[in-house]
Nanobody, 121 residues
Framework: VQLVESGGGLVQAGGSLRLSCAASGRSFSNYAMGWFRQAPGKEREFVAAISWSGGSTRYADSAKGRFTISRDNAKNTVYLQMNSLHPEDTAVYYC???????????????WGQGTQVTGSS
Protein backbone atom coordinates (compact mmCIF):
# COMPACT_ATOMS: atom_id res chain seq x y z
CA VAL A 1 0.00 0.00 0.00
CA GLN A 2 1.33 3.43 -0.95
CA LEU A 3 0.04 6.39 1.05
CA VAL A 4 0.28 10.07 0.09
CA GLU A 5 -0.81 12.81 2.48
CA SER A 6 -1.88 16.29 1.44
CA GLY A 7 -3.64 19.32 2.85
CA GLY A 8 -1.09 20.57 5.32
CA GLY A 9 -0.16 24.21 5.64
CA LEU A 10 0.03 27.27 7.85
CA VAL A 11 -3.07 28.15 9.83
CA GLN A 12 -3.82 30.75 12.48
CA ALA A 13 -4.83 29.71 15.96
CA GLY A 14 -8.46 28.69 15.96
CA GLY A 15 -8.44 27.86 12.28
CA SER A 16 -9.17 24.62 10.47
CA LEU A 17 -7.48 22.28 8.03
CA ARG A 18 -8.51 19.04 6.38
CA LEU A 19 -5.79 16.52 5.69
CA SER A 20 -6.23 13.82 3.08
CA CYS A 21 -4.40 10.55 2.61
CA ALA A 22 -4.76 8.81 -0.74
CA ALA A 23 -3.97 5.11 -0.91
CA SER A 24 -2.97 2.98 -3.84
CA GLY A 25 -1.90 -0.62 -4.21
CA ARG A 26 -3.54 -3.37 -2.19
CA SER A 27 -7.20 -3.11 -1.24
CA PHE A 28 -7.64 -0.01 0.87
CA SER A 29 -10.85 -1.20 2.46
CA ASN A 30 -9.04 -4.14 4.09
CA TYR A 31 -7.10 -1.83 6.36
CA ALA A 32 -7.75 0.24 9.41
CA MET A 33 -6.20 3.68 9.06
CA GLY A 34 -4.50 5.95 11.53
CA TRP A 35 -3.14 9.47 11.78
CA PHE A 36 -0.03 10.21 13.79
CA ARG A 37 2.02 13.35 14.23
CA GLN A 38 5.57 14.24 15.13
CA ALA A 39 6.68 17.60 16.43
CA PRO A 40 10.35 18.65 16.33
CA GLY A 41 12.34 16.86 18.99
CA LYS A 42 9.41 14.69 20.05
CA GLU A 43 8.29 11.14 19.51
CA ARG A 44 5.70 10.34 16.89
CA GLU A 45 2.33 10.22 18.64
CA PHE A 46 -1.09 8.86 17.91
CA VAL A 47 -3.84 11.26 16.82
CA ALA A 48 -6.79 9.22 15.51
CA ALA A 49 -7.74 5.90 13.96
CA ILE A 50 -10.66 4.47 12.02
CA SER A 51 -11.71 0.89 11.35
CA TRP A 52 -11.80 -0.60 7.86
CA SER A 53 -15.55 0.04 7.59
CA GLY A 54 -15.48 3.47 9.18
CA GLY A 55 -17.83 2.27 11.88
CA SER A 56 -15.36 2.66 14.73
CA THR A 57 -13.04 5.53 15.56
CA ARG A 58 -10.69 6.43 18.37
CA TYR A 59 -8.87 9.61 19.28
CA ALA A 60 -6.04 10.83 21.40
CA ASP A 61 -7.19 13.03 24.26
CA SER A 62 -5.59 16.02 22.54
CA ALA A 63 -7.77 15.44 19.46
CA LYS A 64 -11.13 14.67 21.05
CA GLY A 65 -13.75 17.27 20.27
CA ARG A 66 -11.54 19.08 17.74
CA PHE A 67 -10.47 16.51 15.14
CA THR A 68 -12.59 14.09 13.11
CA ILE A 69 -11.28 11.12 11.17
CA SER A 70 -13.30 9.72 8.28
CA ARG A 71 -12.76 7.59 5.20
CA ASP A 72 -14.21 7.07 1.76
CA ASN A 73 -13.44 3.56 0.60
CA ALA A 74 -14.75 4.29 -2.89
CA LYS A 75 -12.06 6.97 -3.22
CA ASN A 76 -9.35 5.09 -1.31
CA THR A 77 -8.93 8.11 0.91
CA VAL A 78 -8.89 8.84 4.63
CA TYR A 79 -9.36 12.34 6.02
CA LEU A 80 -8.54 14.23 9.18
CA GLN A 81 -10.65 17.32 9.77
CA MET A 82 -8.88 19.53 12.28
CA ASN A 83 -10.71 22.43 13.92
CA SER A 84 -9.72 24.92 16.62
CA LEU A 85 -6.06 24.41 15.84
CA HIS A 86 -3.48 25.46 18.40
CA PRO A 87 0.19 26.30 17.90
CA GLU A 88 0.81 23.12 19.89
CA ASP A 89 -0.69 21.12 17.00
CA THR A 90 2.31 22.05 14.87
CA ALA A 91 3.86 18.84 13.59
CA VAL A 92 4.35 16.62 10.58
CA TYR A 93 1.21 14.54 10.22
CA TYR A 94 1.45 10.98 8.92
CA CYS A 95 -1.20 8.54 7.84
CA UNK A 96 -0.71 4.83 8.29
CA UNK A 97 -2.43 1.60 7.29
CA UNK A 98 -2.65 -1.61 9.27
CA UNK A 99 -4.99 -4.25 10.57
CA UNK A 100 -5.26 -3.22 14.20
CA UNK A 101 -6.59 0.33 14.19
CA UNK A 102 -4.81 0.78 17.49
CA UNK A 103 -3.04 3.77 19.00
CA UNK A 104 0.45 2.33 18.67
CA UNK A 105 2.89 2.80 15.80
CA UNK A 106 3.70 -0.90 15.81
CA UNK A 107 0.12 -1.67 14.79
CA UNK A 108 0.63 -0.17 11.34
CA UNK A 109 2.51 -1.63 8.41
CA UNK A 110 2.47 1.17 5.86
CA TRP A 111 3.24 4.88 6.27
CA GLY A 112 3.01 7.98 4.16
CA GLN A 113 5.73 10.60 3.85
CA GLY A 114 3.93 13.15 6.00
CA THR A 115 2.52 16.63 5.56
CA GLN A 116 3.50 19.68 7.61
CA VAL A 117 0.91 21.49 9.71
CA THR A 118 1.96 24.74 11.33
CA GLY A 119 -0.29 26.58 13.73
CA SER A 120 0.56 30.22 14.31
CA SER A 121 -0.38 32.24 17.38
Amino acid sequence: VQLVESGGGLVQAGGSLRLSCAASGRSFSNYAMGWFRQAPGKEREFVAAISWSGGSTRYADSAKGRFTISRDNAKNTVYLQMNSLHPEDTAVYYCAAGYSGCAYRTGYDYWGQGTQVTGSS
